[in-house]
């Protein structure tokens, strides 16, 4: 699908290019808000820990929670997909996890998965650009992404975003 590809092109060529106002976003209404637009599948369970209000632009901060959740949706191979969102106060940063219990990450693939266009499989609904949309969004929030995973038993994505963003992203 050209669209796909070319709406994430879009995506990720305007991250960054314009200063976004900086405010409070409640990330559990973001992540709401993301259930309701992917329209999640039925059988899929959602639990979510503790999410913080956060600084930040409720837009970019929409765009790297779909992109995490919908992968972890698009690519499960269970029955009953799981999710669980959680974060953790780190002092400077938050600490955010996406986890799932679906297919998992080949190590080999940890560093790959976040530069464009690379996918690992052959879905015409993507469009090789989603993770790397969410590594830069989190580089402007002076994060960190990285993930955990295990074959068959599912991924751990785990992210940072900075408290104290100086007033703009």
């Given amino acids: 699908k050209k669209d796909t590809l070319i709406n994430g092109i879009l995506e990720y060529s305007t991250i960054g290019k314009n200063q976004e106002q900086i405010y409070d976003v409640d990330t559990n209404l973001i992540v709401d808000d993301v259930l309701q637009i992917i329209q999640a599948p ?7 820990h503790n999410l913080p209000v956060i600084n930040g632009d409720k837009y970019r901060l929409q765009q790297l929670f779909q992109n995490l959740i919908s992968n972890a949706i698009k690519y499960n191979d269970k029955a009953t997909p ?19 219990n679906g297919k998992g990450i080949d190590q080999a693939y940890f560093d790959k998965i976040f530069k464009t266009f690379e996918k690992l499989e052959n879905n015409p609904d993507s469009s ?6 969410v590594k830069k969004i989190i580089d402007l929030y002076e994060g960190k992404i990285w993930l955990e995973s295990t074959l068959g038993v599912g991924t751990t994505f785990y992210f940072t975003l900075k408290k104290d963003l100086n007033g703009t992203t």
Avoid: N
């Avoid at 090789?128 to 949309?133: A, R, W």
């Fill in 42 to 48: 039925k059988q899929v369970t959602v639990i979510k």
């Fill in 128 to 133: 090789g650009i989603g993770l790397s949309i």
């Fill in 82 to 100: 799981k999710l669980e969102i959680g974060a953790e106060d780190k002092q400077q940063y938050w600490q955010f996890y996406v986890k799932d």
